[in-house]
């Protein structure tokens, strides 16, 4: 699969609209202050004129049932350096064993691409943005790497 995040400036989302990429699912964030605006799921890959992070994942894990258009999807890329995997996928797979079991939680699939510059990524559906964000209040969050968390609906 593959995953596109799109970085779009505040007050350009109709300006990236008009030029909307066509081919997959099309997510749109929630709030207009995270670093990827739009990511794209899709077979083939995309072109834009606005900067774009792509990679070609596979999944390494899912669980329940994370695609659907109902509720929100959390897209969560993960820069995770070369070496530092076992790290990463141990901090990932306790939270998400947490978070699986609160009220709210759809599914998740884990996405990775070795060659991507974001080499993780998240894709987990929740059924509102209020059982996310419950849930993470009783969930102690503990991946030493940066991500970029957002909610998304899809357009």
Do not use: C, K
């Not at 929630?30 to 799921?41: H, I, M, Y």
């Not at 890959?45 to 695609?67: I, K, Q, R, T, W």
Request: net charge negative; hydrophobic share 45%; glycine share 8%.
């Amino acid at each position: 699969m593959r995953i596109t995040l799109f970085e779009v400036a505040r007050g350009d989302d109709e300006r990236f609209l008009a030029r909307r990429p066509d081919a997959g699912v099309l997510f749109r964030a929630l709030r207009d202050d995270v670093a990827f605006r739009f990511a794209a799921l899709t077979d083939a890959p995309v072109a834009s004129a606005f900067p774009a992070h792509s990679g070609e994942y596979e999944v390494v894990h899912a669980d329940g049932s994370p695609d659907g258009r109902e509720g929100v999807t959390l897209i969560n890329p993960f820069d995770v350096p070369a070496g530092g995997d076992d790290a990463f996928l141990a901090g990932w797979h306790a939270i998400r064993e947490a978070l699986s079991t609160q009220r709210g939680y759809l599914g998740t699939r884990l996405h990775r691409d070795d060659a991507a510059e974001l080499r993780f990524v998240n894709v987990a559906r929740w059924s509102s943005p209020l059982m996310f964000a419950r849930a993470l209040r009783t969930v102690e969050a503990n991946i030493p790497f940066d991500s970029h968390p957002a909610l998304y609906l899809v357009v």
